[in-house]
């Protein structure tokens, strides 16, 4: 069963330009929510969707956005790059909401902001 | 708001060792609590999944325990390897989303 896929890799951005992440879920689940990891704030929530709806979100302002379709892939885009936006985006998938079943964590988008 | 917690945040020890890792948070209305590793550059891998209603769970080496009275976890593991060798993170899941914890850097020495 192939895992949690996030693409690209790595990004290189400029501050005020814009940045779409994919995410594809383990087949079957419908839950993906996304995390921002940088060495100052660890891990934090950004928000989860599950059938197409989004669920729960964190405490990101609004450049922070995201969505998912209806084969459960999903996508966060942030608007008008920041610096402080350079950190790893962690995306994980799970049967159920993220209060009832394992998360499957994909290895991530580095994305740096120059 | 909900803070999770990991005291230490290194640890080394030889291999062959048991050890304990620990996890603190401050609100008790939780639905599960996870246990992680990280690999250097990788995502999380899901070690173990404790609901709020269970005590502790087990998976080979590892024995993770939840005491929600007290807003703690831990994670026991058995005869360390160097491949136990990572950062080790906690999560809980609440009204507040998933917390996680800042994490414990493993290191296991041959």
């Known amino acids: 069963k192939a895992g949690v896929t996030q693409t690209p890799r790595y990004l290189i951005k400029t501050r005020g330009q814009q940045v779409t992440l994919s995410c594809s879920p383990i087949?079957?689940?419908?839950?993906v929510s996304w995390y921002q990891q940088t060495p100052g704030q660890g891990l934090q929530f950004l928000f989860e969707?599950?059938?197409?709806?989004?669920?729960n979100k964190g405490n990101f302002p609004g450049r922070f956005s995201g969505r998912q379709f209806s084969n459960s892939r999903s996508e966060m885009n942030v608007s008008t790059l920041e610096l402080g936006d350079s950190a790893l985006y962690l995306c994980?998938?799970?049967?159920?909401?993220?209060?009832?079943?394992?998360?499957?964590f994909g290895n991530g988008t580095r994305l740096t902001v120059t | 708001k909900q803070e999770v917690t990991q005291i230490p945040a290194a640890l080394s020890v030889p291999e062959g060792e048991n050890l304990v890792l620990n996890c603190s948070f401050t609100?008790?209305?939780?639905?599960?609590l996870q246990w992680f590793r990280q690999d250097p550059g990788k995502g999380l891998t899901s070690l173990l999944l404790?609901?709020?209603?269970?005590r502790e769970q087990t998976s080979g080496r590892l024995n993770a325990s939840l005491d929600k009275s007290s807003g703690r976890s831990t994670l026991y593991i058995a005869a360390s390897q160097p491949g136990d060798s990572a950062t080790y993170l906690c999560?809980?899941?609440?009204?507040?989303?998933?917390?996680f914890g800042t994490g414990t850097r493993l290191t296991i020495i041959p």
């Open positions: 994980a998938s799970s049967l159920g909401g993220t209060e009832a079943s394992p998360l499957h």
């Open positions: 087949s079957g689940h419908r839950s």
């Open positions: 969707y599950f059938s197409e709806t989004q669920r």
């Open positions: 609100d008790s209305a939780i639905y599960n």
């Open positions: 404790i609901q709020s209603s269970q």
């Open positions: 999560a809980v899941s609440g009204n507040e989303k998933l917390t």
